[in-house]
Nanobody
Framework: QVQLVESGGGLVQPGGSLRLSCAAS????????MGWYRQAPGKQRELVATITRGTTINYADSVKGRFTISRDNAKNTVYLQMNSLKPEDTAVYYC?????????WGQGTQVTVSS
């Protein structure tokens, strides 16, 4: 069974950058399509970016050109590089498989974009 732990969140000013990491345990990580999701206060959780085992990538329109998803299968880790951050990017960010599985939701990592 895969366990996922997110890290790298924090407080950043508008226009700033953060790099999120999602460390996975479990030998099947490399064959899974992974995704980053986020949930802002009072809103539903939304899909931000996905990456297949073959590194095919997709982004939500709201983050295209600003966010980059990547993975290192040797380290069982998926990353989300976030640049040109905006206040509307403020949310708890989670990683999960795509489609998501309820058994893999972790605590997430808080990203706050504010001056």
């Amino acid at each position: 069974q895969v366990q996922l732990v997110e890290s790298g969140g924090g407080l950043v000013q508008p226009g700033g950058s953060l790099r999120l990491s999602c460390a996975a345990s479990g030998s099947i990580f490399s064959i899974l399509t992974m995704g980053w999701y986020r949930q802002a206060p009072g809103k539903q959780r939304e899909l931000v970016a996905t990456i297949t085992r073959g590194t095919t990538i997709n982004y939500a329109d709201s983050v295209k050109g600003r966010f980059t998803i990547s993975r290192d299968n040797a380290k069982n880790t998926v990353y989300l590089q976030m640049n040109s951050l905006k206040p509307e990017d403020t949310a708890v960010y989670y990683c999960n498989t795509n489609p998501p599985s309820n058994i893999y939701w972790g605590q997430g990592t808080q990203v706050t974009v504010s001056s």
